[in-house]
Structures are given as C-alpha cells and as structure tokens.
C-alpha cells in the first residue's frame, strides 16, 4: 500500500471546547489511484485531507507515503516533503491577482526539481489560448484549470483536492473532474479529492466515506465510470 493511515486521530479546542474530529482512521490507498473522501460537512473529510498534506498535524496514530513516515517528520522536513511531492487544489483557486496563468503555473515550477513541461501542460489544462491572460479575465472554471496547473507543474507524488468543484456550475464541475481524471491518468499522480456530491464516487477507485470523523465505508470501485459520464 502507497499511502497508509494507522489510528489517526485529531481534536480541537480545550477544555468545555475539546472537540475530537478524527476518532481513530486507519486505511491505505494504492499508488496512482483516484481516492474520494466522500461526507456531509462536519464529517471530517478535510481535516483528513490535511493531515495527509501535512498542513495539520494529527494528534496520535502514524501516516506513511511511501517509504517515509510522515507522521514523525518535524517542521522542516515536513516543509520540504509538502514542496517536493504534494499538489493543492482548493475550492477557492488562489491565483495571484496581477499574474498571467504562464505566470501562476510557473510559481509552482519554482517548487519542483522535477517540473512538467509548460507548454505541454498549459496545452493539456486548454489554457494554451489564454495563457497570457490575468485571473479576472477568466471564467471560474478556467480559473480552477489554472490552480489544477499550478499544483501538477511541480509532478507531485500526490494531488490533493478540497471540494475542487465547489464554486462550479454543473458543465464546468464535470470539465474539471474529466481534467483531474486526465492529469491523473497522464502523469500518474495519486489523487486523494474530498466532496460531498455522492455522484462524484463513480469515477473513483477507491471510495472512503466518512461521518461523525469515523470511517463507515472504505470501497474498491469494480465499477467506475468515466467524469464525462457523471450525473448528478
């Protein structure tokens, strides 16, 4: 197993505030596949999806990836593993205003020891034509191709994506899906995406569904579907 998750656990807040998140998740995922954390709000999905980007930092229980157990990293290594093997997408796209999209994939370039070719991946994202354009002269869906590009540039081992379509409309959600499925079978990135649309766990390889911070289900998908072929 790739990616393996061993009695994690996390909570916030002290005192009458303690709240625990994460009661003890233990699963794995396999190397380049399309994992979906699947859960209503609350359930714990993202803090997940945190820790595994090393954003948080769990309470008790391990995470390895790879050979590495991330879980016993300090500060600095973890600084230098997010940089050198994960990619973000959020829901918000975060480009920085005044760049080009050239501009805001290349900061992720600067990143990587390892980068894809731009011109080739500005021609996969679609953006080829719009390359020298700055955000607010972009749709919400090319926005989000944009910050798709800026976090595979660097060829991360993994991409990570909170709520990715979030802010789109249902043709632009299925575009992005249909891309991250493509960057995901291209550049053989394992890609960890966490939402609450149950259609979305389809195209999946692996399903985890999450609720009250506990596991319910953890499913093999023997029946995925392609993003174009999505219905919700």
């Known amino acids: 197993m790739y990616l393996e998750m061993n009695e994690i656990k996390k909570s916030f807040g002290d ?5 625990e998140i994460l009661h003890g998740i233990s699963c794995g995922i396999e190397k380049e596949a399309i994992c979906v954390l699947l859960g209503p709000s609350g359930s714990g999905k993202s ?10 930092t769990a309470d008790s229980g391990t995470l390895s990836i790879g050979s590495k157990i991330v879980s016993s990293m300090n500060d600095k290594q973890l600084s230098l593993y997010r940089r050198k093997h994960l990619g973000y997408v959020f829901q918000s796209y975060n480009l920085i205003s005044n760049l080009t ?7 992720g370039a600067y990143l990587s020891d390892r980068p894809l070719p731009l011109v080739d991946l500005l021609k996969t994202l679609g953006l080829w034509e719009h390359k020298d354009k700055i955000p607010n002269q972009l ?4 926005q989000q191709r944009c910050a798709i590009g800026r976090a595979i540039i660097k060829n991360p081992d993994i991409l990570l994506c909170d709520e990715p379509t979030g802010a789109l409309d249902y043709k632009t959600s299925k575009e992005i899906l249909k891309l991250i499925e493509d ?9 960890i995406l966490v939402t609450h649309n149950d259609a979305i766990k389809h195209m999946a390889d692996q399903v985890i569904k999450l609720r009250d911070g506990m596991i319910r289900h953890n499913d093999l998908n023997t029946e995925k579907i392609s993003a174009t072929e999505l219905d919700w």
Do not use: A, P, W, Y
């Not at 999209?101 to 900061?107: A, D, R, S």
């Open 101 to 107: 999209v050239k501009e805001n994939i290349e900061v």
């Open 183 to 191: 960057v995901n079978r291209k550049f053989g990135n394992t890609v």
């Open 15 to 19: 005192g009458c505030n303690h709240t």
């Open 139 to 142: 749709s919400g869906g090319q």
């Open 47 to 56: 803090t997940l999806l945190n820790i595994i980007g090393g954003i948080e």
